[in-house]
Each structure stands twice: as C-alpha cells, then as structure tokens.
C-alpha cells in the first residue's frame, strides 16, 4: 500500500503541472490583447478589484483564522487562496450571471498577473511561524503561469489558426488532469477530508462568502460589473495555490484544503451566477 500511495503522490504532483501549464496555454492562446487591455481602461473599476481581492479577501482570511481554531495545514490553504486571484474560469461564470463578460477576461488576466507577484510578498507576512521561500514561489509562478499564458498570447497573434487547433485539446487535458489530481487526493486523503466536516468546513464557507461579499462590495452601482466583481473574487485561482502548495509544503492537508475550497466554491458560485443571470 505504501508503494501505491508514493505512486499516487507522484501522478499527483505531475497532474499539478499538467492543468497549470495546460490551462495557462490554452488561456493564452484564447485571447488577444484588445480582449485583455480594452476592459481595463477604467482605473477605478481596476483599483477597486485590486483592493477587493488583495487587500480586503486577505483581512477577512486573517479575521476568520483568528476567530475560528484551525489546524496548520487548512490555515495555510486558505491563507494561499486568499493571496491568489484570477481563475480562468471567471469568464464562463460571467456568461452564466449574464454579467461583463469583455471586463471578465480582463479582470482574470489582471489578477492572474498580479497574484504571481504579490503572492510571494505576502504570503511570508500571513503565515507567522512558517518558512516559505518567496523567491522560489516567484520563480515558479513566473515558470508555471506566467510564461505558458505569453506563448499562448504570442503564437494567437502570429498564428491564429494554430492557436485555435490546439486550444481545445490543451484546455481538456487540463481538465482531465484536475479530474485526475481530484480522484487521487480523494484516494490519499479520505480521512483528511472527512474531518474537514466541522470547524474546517465552516471556515472554508465563511472564506468563500466573504470573498464574494468583498467583491460585490466594491462593484459599483452597475449590475453586469458587479456580478463579475463578486464572483471574480469570490472564485481564487487554484493554479497559483497548487504551484506553491505543491512544492513547499509537505502536510497533505494544505492539498486537500485547496481542492475542497475548490469544488465548495464551484457548488455556491455556479447557482449563485444562475441566480444573478435570472435577475
């Protein structure tokens, strides 16, 4: 059983960099660059989404820990979920709310790039007691997101057509990759994942509603743009949080965490954006 189990921890690790790469490729090869720069010419819509994501997702995380008794690997799940923004599935959750779809997509890019460059800053700060390397998580982020969505952006624009052939078969293999890391963390972690029911469970729900509360918040009067505001920052980038989960924490907790906050998040997200369109 040990060897399945160093088996399995291994198909994991490499289903992390499977969806992350692919899902950040295929992202790029997706958009062009008036997809990404025209929403963004509105500064205030642009200071208030970094505000509510990481300034204020991050007090709220730092109010639930204090006020909810965690162990330290779903503190530190949650801590790196509140340091991460930009889920590339914001825009499909937008489609769905019948929010600004166009300010979707350059809302995730935004957060995307920025989680990659405070994340590192940050997460030292929130998590007393534990090392992390910060230049390290810089690098991989850089490696794991950062440079898979530019080619993807640069082969777009040079060859669209290419672009538009391998996007789907990369965006597949991703989601089967994160099918596959979900199976087998389930498989690795059963317990751990059962005693998440209780004070675990309860903090993660109260991290996703504050994050969404957060995000319609500072939306704006307008409907469309407040509804991307709230889901975007309700919904955090689980790419940026395995890179770093998986390669500087050992508990399998901080895993678990993740994935649970993950599919919490997709079961109160994808009702609440069908609620929002119906309005």
Do not use: C
């Not at 972690?189 to 903090?203: C, K, P």
């Not at 504050?210 to 319609?216: C, E, K, L, Q, R």
């Amino acid at each position: 059983m040990g060897e399945f189990a160093q088996i399995f921890t291994l198909v994991a690790k490499v289903s992390i960099l499977v969806f992350v790469i692919g899902s950040m490729l295929s992202l790029g090869l997706g958009l062009t660059m008036p997809q990404i720069v025209d929403p963004l010419r509105d500064m205030r819509r642009v200071v208030l989404a970094l505000l509510a994501n990481f300034v204020l997702v991050p007090f709220l995380t730092w109010l639930i820990l204090k006020g909810i008794p965690l162990d330290t690997g779903t503190k530190i799940g949650l801590v790196l979920l509140a340091t991460a923004a930009g889920a590339p599935f914001l825009p499909k959750l937008a489609q769905i709310a019948k929010g600004d779809v166009a300010f979707s997509v350059g809302l995730m890019l935004l957060l995307m790039v920025a989680s990659i460059i405070y994340l590192p800053l940050v997460l030292p700060l929130m998590l007393e007691g534990v090392e992390v390397d910060a230049a390290g998580i810089a690098r991989s982020l850089a490696l794991m997101m950062l440079l898979p969505l530019i080619v993807g952006l640069v082969v777009r624009a040079h060859a669209e057509e290419l672009a538009k052939t391998i996007s789907p078969f990369l965006l597949k293999l991703s989601n089967l990759a994160l099918v596959l890391l979900t199976v087998l963390l389930v498989l690795l972690n059963l317990r751990n994942i059962l005693s998440m029911i209780g004070l675990d469970g309860l903090a993660i729900i109260a991290f996703l509603l504050a994050s969404i509360g957060a995000g319609m918040a500072l939306g704006g009067r307008s409907a469309p743009v407040r509804n991307v505001m709230g889901l975007g920052t309700g919904q955090r980038n689980i790419s940026a949080a395995l890179v770093v989960a998986g390669q500087n924490f050992d508990d399998p907790k901080v895993l678990v965490t993740l994935i649970v906050t993950a599919i919490v998040g997709l079961l109160i997200l994808m009702p609440l954006a069908s609620w929002l369109g119906r309005r």
